[in-house]
């Protein structure tokens, strides 16, 4: 039972990283309001792939729920019925959450695709915390049982949050709590992890080195939120119409205190290591945290100084994300060692 809850706490983990992933690339491509309404699309369990099937036409059968665009609005069908010569607008209603009227194939496929990859991360996540209360039952310990709760709980909140962004037309904070919400879905299942995996390798760490590691795993979740909210102001610029090559200039103070921070975390992780290489500690994930830093130092470099390229923001955040579930990681199989490096 054990190794089944662990099987699937790592799938749980991988579509948590495809859902951030997806999510990236929506916001990469401008894709995130490509279905406008929530959970359907145009009021479609299978969005429409050309524009002919959101048009009003005569003589066409609609479905309650439908949309169309039309005069610069959408608009909603009240019940089933068939078109006539003339469009009746007794029959439709104006969908009014938000002011978004515009259909483009790309962005809605883009978008459910998504939400296909988020609705798919339900069921791993839902198997994992029947799988506990069996082994709660069994075993009468329930830490796992909780801590798979608190999973299938803040899933739940980030699919009510992405349709409370998607009637909100993206309001900019509730992106970030999205990510807030991301993270608390990572750090339980990597926990879980840590708790059923079968050897429990130890990183026996001198004090300083326990307290190096937690230096950055709060300063990295900080970078986040400061990264996310960079990410909510050239999504604002963006849709000014700003050019990438005039982005940064015009980004507010949080992107010059994000990219100054990157700078403390390279430090950082920069002593982390030099006291693990004289404890003569050799361990594959903190090989795997420092490639990653070189790659996320290349690409903080390409989107400050390169008219910050779209393709490269997904990948900033996802070598950001990995780097902080490495962290954290380190952190519950860290204990004490010898105190000869205070």
């Not at 009746?88 to 459910?112: L, R, V």
């Not at 608190?150 to 949050?161: N, Q, T």
């Not at 795993?217 to 999504?235: C, K, M, N, P, Y």
Request: glycine share 8%.
């Amino acid at each position: 039972m054990v190794g089944r809850i662990h099987r699937l706490a790592q799938i749980s983990l991988l579509f948590v990283f495809l859902v951030i992933i997806a999510g990236s690339v929506v916001r990469m491509t401008g894709s995130g309001m490509g279905c406008p309404d929530w959970p359907k699309c145009f009021g479609y369990y299978i969005p429409p792939t050309d524009a002919d099937q959101v048009t009003w036409t005569p003589n066409r059968y609609f479905e309650a729920g439908q949309m169309v665009v039309h005069e610069n609005a959408l608009w909603k069908a009240r019940s089933n019925f068939t078109t006539g010569a003339q469009i009746d607008f007794g029959n439709w209603e104006q969908y009014d959450k938000h002011d978004y009227a515009y259909f483009n194939p790309a962005h809605t496929w883009t978008e459910y695709i998504n939400r296909l990859v988020g609705a798919s991360t339900g069921v791993p996540v839902l198997l994992l915390f029947f799988a506990t209360i069996v082994y709660g039952r069994r075993t009468k310990k329930w830490k796992l049982f909780w801590w798979s709760g608190i999973v299938l709980f803040f899933l739940g909140f980030e699919a009510w949050l992405g349709k409370k962004v998607v009637d909100g037309n993206l309001i900019p904070g509730h992106i970030t709590m999205h990510m807030a919400g991301s993270v608390v879905l990572i750090v339980f299942l990597v926990a879980i992890l840590r708790e059923t995996a079968v050897s429990k390798t130890q990183l026996n760490l001198s004090r300083s080195s326990r307290w190096i590691l937690y230096s950055l795993l709060g300063l990295s979740a900080l970078q986040i939120f400061w990264g996310t909210q960079v990410r909510e102001e050239v999504d604002v610029l963006l849709k000014l119409a700003t050019e990438r090559s005039a982005l940064i200039e015009q980004l507010p103070d949080i992107f010059k205190l994000h990219r100054s921070f990157s700078i403390l975390v390279v430090l950082l992780h920069g002593l982390f290591f030099y006291q693990l290489f004289k404890l003569k500690i050799r361990n594959n994930w903190v090989n795997l945290l420092a490639g990653l830093l070189v790659a996320e130092i290349l690409a903080g470099v390409i989107l400050s100084y390169c008219s910050m390229p779209a393709g490269m923001q997904p990948v900033h955040l996802l070598f950001s994300l990995i780097m902080i579930t490495i962290q954290f990681y380190l952190v519950l199989i860290s204990g004490k060692g010898k105190e000869t490096l205070a």
